[in-house]
């Protein structure tokens, strides 16, 4: 299990920063590989609650993940997102913001990055602009102890710049494909979590 794994259901445990960070991991996680056998069982045996639609989406979530294999929901990670030639659904922000990949929402992004003191792996395949990427990012945010990300000013801004624009687009691209059984729902917790955090950076001036 990795570290990464290891963060699923711990968001109403912990402080509430923590656990925004927790769900900004998770979601990174979900969308930057297909999940492992121990994953989606973790997934199935969290709780949340009952009562409002994050719980809710949760719920529908964990349900799916128990009657599911790894190597099914691997299957459709792949053909979803990875595919022969264009993947059947885009996961980068340049792609729903200008209709291409690698422009001008790109550039932008990796200068605020820049100015972050941020920067891409070189191991890394994907471009920044990714939808796991992003949510690992916001989840530093949150977590890091550099003077230059403190404050929800710095989460805001990033949010509203480079994920709120677009987002919503792919959770409801991926809601609405029949053959997306895993991860249909996925992006409902998505969805659910971001109203969320959209609503809590408009009452922050």
């Not at 128990?66 to 990670?77: I, Q, S, W």
């Not at 340049?94 to 003191?117: C, H, I, N, Q, W």
């Not at 102890?145 to 710049?161: C, M, N, P, W």
């Not at 609405?176 to 109203?195: G, H, I, K, S």
Request: proline share 3%.
């Amino acid at each position: 299990m990795t570290n990464r794994e290891a963060l699923i259901a711990e968001a109403p445990e912990q402080d509430e920063e923590l656990g925004r960070a927790d769900w900004y991991g998770t979601l990174a996680s979900l969308f930057c590989a297909p999940p492992s056998q121990e994953l989606l069982g973790r997934i199935a045996a969290a709780d949340l609650g009952a009562g409002g639609l994050l719980q809710n989406a949760w719920r529908e979530l964990a349900a799916v993940a128990g009657k599911m294999d790894a190597e099914t929901v691997r299957d459709e990670y792949e053909r979803l997102f990875i595919g022969v030639g264009k993947p059947e659904v885009m996961l980068y922000g340049s792609y729903y913001l200008s209709g291409f990949l690698m422009e001008k929402p790109l550039v932008a992004l990796r200068t605020d990055l820049s100015v972050l003191g941020l920067q891409r792996a070189e191991t890394m395949a994907e471009s920044e602009d990714h939808i796991a990427t992003l949510c690992e990012v916001m989840r530093y945010l949150i977590t890091s102890d550099d003077a230059r990300h403190t404050g929800l000013s710095v989460q805001k801004k990033f949010f509203a710049d480079h994920l709120q624009p677009w987002v919503n687009t792919l959770w409801e691209t991926l809601e609405q494909r029949a053959d997306a059984v895993f991860y249909a729902p996925v992006a409902r917790v998505a969805r659910c979590y971001f109203e969320i955090e959209m609503q809590a950076f408009d009452l922050f001036s």
